[in-house]
């Protein structure tokens, strides 16, 4: 059974021992596989500047194995858009408290597709819309290729370009801004069958509490 996990600075110490597994997925995945040789580190983990106690972690496991993750950031801290590819906004970065910026989304390779069944990116974006509505959030930034659009769009995510692709390392990039409202919840719990919460935010208790109805918002589950 696949849980998505909330961790934050708050309740980091309680998956410590999951982050070196973490840092080394995503060198498999990033430098080993995808060939993004500038991240490359001689201790086969993947970490940059933007690994901070601001970043929130939604870590997918399967009992003490990671399958799938994201990274979001507050764009009022620096962000991969505002320093690494500010040549991507046609105006300033965001920077505001109630938008964040999604990075290091990831699945591995035997739960990618059909043929893995119910997908394990859709939980994924699900659980980010979760999340944001549960904490106040109403809205993602992301730097991605834009081959994504279209996977995005039939999620049911509605990604609005913030500036015009350009070719990064022979890849077309582009930054998009994605809702998070009611109205993306309920397109992709109709879409996808989304059941219903699924986010464990496990020593979270200072997490505002949300009453809104399973139909069509998620409840914050404190464990």
């Given at each position: 059974?696949?849980?998505?996990?909330?961790?934050r600075?708050?309740n980091?110490?309680l998956?410590?021992?999951?982050?070196?597994?973490?840092?080394r997925l995503r060198?498999?995945?990033?430098?080993?596989q995808?060939?993004?040789m500038a991240?490359?580190?001689?201790d086969?983990?993947e970490i940059?500047?933007?690994?901070t106690?601001?970043a929130?972690?939604l870590?997918a496991?399967?009992?003490?194995?990671i399958?799938g993750g994201m990274?979001a950031?507050p764009?009022?801290?620096?962000t991969?858009l505002?320093?690494?590819?500010p040549?991507?906004n046609?105006?300033?970065?965001?920077?505001?408290?109630?938008?964040?910026e999604?990075s290091?989304?990831?699945?591995?390779p035997?739960r990618r597709?059909?043929?893995a069944g119910p997908?394990?990116?859709?939980?994924?974006?699900?659980?980010?819309i979760?999340y944001?509505l549960s904490v106040?959030?109403?809205g993602?930034?992301?730097?991605?290729e834009t081959?994504?659009?279209?996977?995005?769009?039939?999620q049911g995510?509605?990604?609005?370009?913030?500036?015009l692709?350009?070719?990064?390392d022979?890849?077309?990039t582009?930054?998009?801004y994605?809702?998070?409202d009611?109205?993306?919840?309920?397109?992709?719990v109709?879409?996808k069958?989304i059941?219903?919460p699924?986010l464990?935010?496990l020593?979270?208790s200072?997490v505002?509490?949300v009453?809104?109805?399973l139909?069509?918002?998620?409840t914050l589950?404190v464990f």
């Open positions: 059974m696949t849980e998505i996990h909330v961790i600075k708050e980091r110490h998956y410590e021992h999951l982050f070196d597994l973490y840092h060198y498999d995945i990033y430098v080993r995808r060939r993004w991240l490359d580190r001689p086969g983990r940059d500047q933007f690994d106690d601001d929130v972690y870590l496991l399967e009992g003490t194995r399958v990274r950031i764009t009022t801290c620096p991969l505002s320093e690494i590819f040549q991507l046609l105006r300033s970065p965001i920077h505001r408290p109630d938008v964040y999604l290091r989304i990831l699945v591995v035997e597709g059909e043929q997908g394990l990116a859709t939980m994924l974006q699900a659980a980010i979760e944001g106040g959030l109403t993602f930034t992301i730097v991605l081959w994504w659009l279209p996977r995005f769009e039939e995510w509605r990604a609005k370009p913030l500036g692709p350009m070719d990064i022979g890849m077309s582009v930054a998009v994605v809702s998070c009611e109205e993306t919840w309920d397109d992709m109709q879409r069958g059941a219903g699924m464990h935010w020593n979270l200072s505002p509490r009453d809104i109805s139909s069509c918002r998620p589950q």
